[in-house]
């Protein structure tokens, strides 16, 4: 795993402004929820291989794992957007990917960035290459980067299966 000296996000908007707080949907009215909803929520983290793509709209309760919305500026000061602060993060995932494994991948396109909090944030990237070495082809990659207070973690780079 590559640490780093993070960026410094700025703390996320307030429970208006965000569309799930704490994991749930402002008109969730229970604070808890089923067995069978933590049992899909589980199904779909292991469908998708990961918290990468969550569909969010499928679940009344999000258990702490949150959308990201890469043109909004949640994370960072304008006018920097959470796509550049992402993009930084999977630039930072790919230089570690590339240096383990003698490749030259470079960032083509962040698409996609879910988040949970718990000692830190941890994020789930999704993003595309491309790659050089290849015909410049472009090719689907996703991340899980950890930001903690002063430091960040890439716990994983990988091609998406």
């Known amino acids: 795993m590559e640490r780093s000296d993070p960026p410094s996000p700025k703390r996320q908007k307030t429970e208006e402004e965000t569309t799930c707080y704490n994991g749930r949907p402002e008109d969730f009215d229970s604070d808890e929820c089923s067995d069978e909803e933590m049992h899909l929520f589980d199904q ?11 569909d969010f709209k499928k679940f009344r309760y999000c258990f702490g794992w949150k959308p990201l919305d890469l043109d909004d500026s949640t994370m960072v000061d304008e006018p920097e957007t959470n796509r550049d602060f992402i993009a930084s993060l999977a630039n930072l995932a790919l230089t570690k990917h590339n240096a383990d494994r003698g490749t030259s991948l470079e960032l083509g396109k962040v698409l996609i960035a879910n988040f949970h909090l718990s000692c ?28 903690f207070p002063g430091d960040i973690e890439v716990v994983s780079c990988n091609p998406k299966d």
């Open 44 to 54: 779909e983290l292991d469908r998708i291989g990961g918290g990468y793509e969550i």
């Open 120 to 147: 830190g944030l941890t994020f789930y990237i999704s993003f595309q290459v491309n790659d050089p070495s290849d015909g410049n082809q472009t090719k689907p990659y996703r991340a899980v980067v950890r930001y």
